[in-house]
């Protein structure tokens, strides 16, 4: 699939995604009685799932932080290796073979 066609497909996969979410928001706006630690407080349900799914994405990007993080460094490493066996190749390439008797 070409980048523009990927581009323009996921235009319109967001575009979608927020109707929808507008949709859903629009027609659950009664309130509800949220009931935390220390007190408790009067919101609309449509906001509470959205600061659900908020702190949900934030709690699973930290989770993945670690593993991404040495990845990053495995990657660097890797690719430092490959630049040391290019250049030992190239080496090999330019020295001049010995004839063998």
């Known amino acids: 699939m070409s980048q523009s066609i990927k581009k323009y497909i996921s235009i319109i ?3 979608l995604i927020f109707v929808v979410s507008l949709v859903f928001f629009l ?3 009664q309130m509800i ?3 935390y630690l ?5 919101l609309s349900l449509s906001f509470l799932l959205f600061i659900s799914l908020c702190l949900g994405t934030l709690l699973g990007v ?3 932080l670690p593993k991404i993080f040495s990845l990053k460094h495995r990657i660097s490493r890797l690719q430092k290796q490959v630049k040391l066996t ?3 190749l190239n ?3 330019v020295m001049p ?3 063998t008797p």
């Open 13 to 15: 996969l967001f575009a």
């Open 33 to 35: 009685t949220f009931n």
């Open 27 to 29: 027609k659950n706006n």
């Open 38 to 42: 220390i007190a408790s407080q009067e």
């Open 86 to 88: 290019e250049k030992e």
């Open 97 to 99: 073979m010995k004839d």
């Open 91 to 93: 080496n090999l390439r």
């Open 62 to 64: 930290l989770a993945w």
